[in-house]
């Protein structure tokens, strides 16, 4: 509510938008989705969670497992900001946060599919367990229509629009 708001005085002109304002903003809504979170699972919590009891687990073999998850993750954030680390050698920095922008917006594409994984994986795995292919068949064919309903409008609102989603940057 609070991004969208900030976007249209963005928008309206009211604002003039910097670095510091852009930081507030993230901030702010960073604090504000937190704070919605947190009563959310205040209220969905079972009153005995409390006061329950949690085993102790070993810590060596925490301390064990954290350095290959540690190295996992900094390899996918590397990952994902290594072309813009390495553009920004060659290139201007407006032209390299151009092309973030346009990267950004283009990552929009796969919110439908990260969406139909998520409620179709379960099923997906369960149907294969049991041996049901015929259900299965029909179940992916399903899931890969409604990512393509999802993408195509995402895709054509930025082939359309593209330069004038950059134009607000």
Not at 113 to 131: D, E, W, Y
């Amino acid at each position: 509510i609070l991004a969208f708001a900030a976007i249209g005085a963005l928008l309206a002109g009211s604002w003039p938008l910097s670095p510091p304002i852009a930081m507030a903003l993230h901030v702010g809504s960073a604090l504000f989705a937190f704070l919605i979170g947190a009563v959310l699972l205040r209220r969905c919590c079972p009153p005995g969670l409390a006061t329950a009891i949690v085993p102790q687990a070993d810590s060596s073999d925490w301390r064990r497992a954290v350095w290959p998850l540690a190295i996992i993750s900094g390899l996918q954030v590397l990952s994902q900001t290594l072309d813009i680390v390495i553009l920004s050698i060659w290139h201007p920095a407006e032209q390299v946060g151009f092309y973030k922008i346009a990267v950004s917006a283009a990552g929009l594409a796969v919110v439908g599919l990260k969406a139909v994984n998520l409620v179709f994986a379960p099923q997906v795995a369960r149907m294969h367990g049991q041996g049901e292919t015929e259900r299965l068949s029909r179940l992916v064919a399903l899931g890969n229509g409604t990512c393509v309903a999802i993408t195509i409008p995402t895709v054509a609102a930025l082939a359309v629009w593209g330069k004038e989603l950059l134009a607000l940057f």
